[in-house]
């Protein structure tokens, strides 16, 4: 088992910026990619970035390209996501989400533990 915990949410002006942090811990071995979802009141869960174990490969959502930054330190067994450029449709709460196969991948049912979230408020 492989237990998430998210941090770094919180209210942020628009243009600002915020970093999430997600720690695992248990069989972080298992810990394939590692990714970003969020889920704003009244939609669905969507991938926001996702990031393979050596680092190298990277994916992100198309509106959030050029203004998130996903990364991870194995050594801490955590997982980073720097907002800058933040706006008002960033607006949600955020899920760390691990899996245990190869292949960054977009649907949350790909993913085989998560986080409880942590929620972004964006004011502009």
């Known amino acids: 088992q492989v237990q998430l915990v998210e941090s770094g949410g919180g209210l942020a002006q628009a243009g600002g910026s915020l970093r999430l942090s997600c720690a695992a811990s248990?069989?972080?071995?298992?810990?394939?990619?590692l990714g970003w979802f969020r889920q704003a009141p009244g939609k669905e869960r969507e991938f926001v970035a996702g990031?393979?174990?050596?680092?190298?490969?990277?994916a992100y959502e198309d509106s959030v390209k050029g203004r998130f930054t996903i990364s991870r330190d194995n050594a801490k067994s955590t997982v980073y996501l720097q907002m800058d450029s933040l706006n008002a449709e960033d607006t949600a709460i955020y899920y760390c989400?691990?899996?245990?196969?190869?292949?960054?991948?977009?649907?949350?049912?790909?993913?085989?533990?998560w986080g409880q979230g942590t929620e972004v408020t964006v004011s502009s």
């Open positions: 989400a691990a899996r245990r196969r190869s292949g960054i991948r977009s649907s949350p049912s790909e993913y085989d533990y």
């Open positions: 248990g069989r972080t071995s298992s810990t394939n990619i």
């Open positions: 990031i393979s174990w050596s680092g190298l490969s990277a």
